[in-house]
């Protein structure tokens, strides 16, 4: 009702006039109201070009050209982003309830679900934002075909290997039989681990996003991840209000936060502020652990890799910040039997470009299950 009144009084304000900047915002949205007498093209023409703004550029997906305007419209243009972001998150938490589960006395959240008569069960391990429910897209795009599990990385444990042994002591008690583990990011590396050390157990890997951990590739992450060797001790110790700002600065420099579009820009902005706003010091230190024994591990050999790159999929995106061609090169070359696709975006394009993560994974998949002679129950 505010923004309706505000369209109201284009004609009575003057260009530059503060009131005209919210009015510019309020144009953008009055072709959502039903019954508006300011929402045609037309009209939010002439209320632009009467205080300065132009802001009818906006429909179509374009945005005004005013900087001074601009800078108004994104502050509030992105708290509209976090509230259908967390629409959506929130709709999806009604269908899909999460539940606590205790494996060796260590609980976690979990979510299980899908196709009960699929012989795979897809395991979504998440990256370092440490929030499985990130996933969710990815879930309502494969749970008709596949049974699908995600889970929280349990507080209390802090290094990837643990971790790994946790995860598949998780897939025991839950009775889950051809496990494919799909992992993005760190969730990428941490499938690398398991495969390592339950080859046997697993019956195939999907790696989104994210870099081999090859002797030469643990050279580049020992560098790439010492911030966050230097930010765990401080967090410890220091107001976490203090050391916050801070660790969202390195997560965004290390994903590449300044390149993409700006809708993509913003997208990440948002994607970041709804993480950080669910942060607590102590996941953050937990999560922050994990990231800095990532540069600890002892590196995975070829032959190590050989045991499960024949039933892998590699998804990297052309744009990928965190992780540069010369580290993704090296992926490839220690999994030379793996199925690759390369798809436009940045790194965090498994969130944001889900469709074409999904598209790539599903035909893999069914490779996968004529390969081996798998069929569903009926």
């Known amino acids: 009702m505010e923004y309706k009144r505000l369209l109201s009084r284009i004609v009575d304000l003057d260009p530059g006039n503060q ?17 508006s007498d300011k ?25 005004c050209d005013n900087k001074i305007n601009m800078n108004i419209i994104k502050v509030k243009f992105r708290e509209g982003l976090i509230m259908e972001f967390s629409d959506e998150l929130n709709e999806f938490r009604q269908t899909h309830l999460f539940s606590k589960i205790t494996v060796d006395g260590v609980t976690t959240s979990y979510l299980l679900g899908g196709n009960p008569n699929s012989k795979l ?30 889970f929280d990385y349990p507080m209390g444990i802090e290094k990837m290997e643990p971790l790994a042994d946790y995860v598949m002591k998780l897939l025991a008690q839950l009775d889950i039989q051809n496990p494919v583990f799909i992992g993005a990011s760190l969730g990428g590396m941490l499938a690398q681990v398991i495969g390592r050390k339950y ?23 020992k560098k790439q991840y010492r911030s966050y060797g230097i930010i765990l001790p401080l967090m410890k110790i220091v107001p976490y209000s ?18 993409g579009t700006e809708e993509e820009k913003a997208w990440i902005t948002e994607f970041f502020t709804w993480v950080y706003q669910n942060y607590t010091k102590e996941f953050d230190i937990h999560m922050t652990s994990l990231m800095v024994d990532v540069a600890k591990l002892t590196p995975i050999t070829k032959e190590a890799y050989a045991q499960f790159d024949d039933r892998s999929l590699l998804v990297l995106p052309l744009s990928d910040k965190a992780f540069p061609p010369e580290a993704q090169q090296d992926l490839l070359d220690m999994m030379p039997r793996a199925a690759v696709q390369r798809l436009e975006g940045g790194h965090i394009a498994t969130l944001n470009k889900v469709d074409n993560y999904v598209n790539s994974t599903k035909v893999f998949l069914r490779k996968l299950k004529e390969k081996e002679g798998w069929q569903d129950d009926n």
């Open 199 to 221: 080859a046997d157990r697993t019956s195939g890997v999907c790696l989104y996003s994210t870099c081999s951990l090859s002797e030469t590739s643990m050279k580049g992450l």
């Open 242 to 259: 203090w050391i916050n700002k801070m660790v969202i600065n390195v997560s965004k420099k290390q994903i590449g936060m300044q390149e």
């Open 121 to 150: 069960t897809l395991v979504y391990l998440v990256g370092g934002t440490g929030f499985s429910v990130v996933w969710f897209k990815h879930i309502e795009m494969t749970e008709q075909e596949y049974r699908v599990l995600t």
């Open 39 to 63: 929402n045609d093209d037309k009209d939010l023409a002439e209320g632009g070009r009467h205080h300065g703004c132009g802001c009818a550029v906006f429909l179509g997906g374009r945005f």
């Open 19 to 35: 009131m005209a900047m919210n009015v510019c915002f309020a144009c953008i949205f009055a072709a959502a109201w039903p019954g």
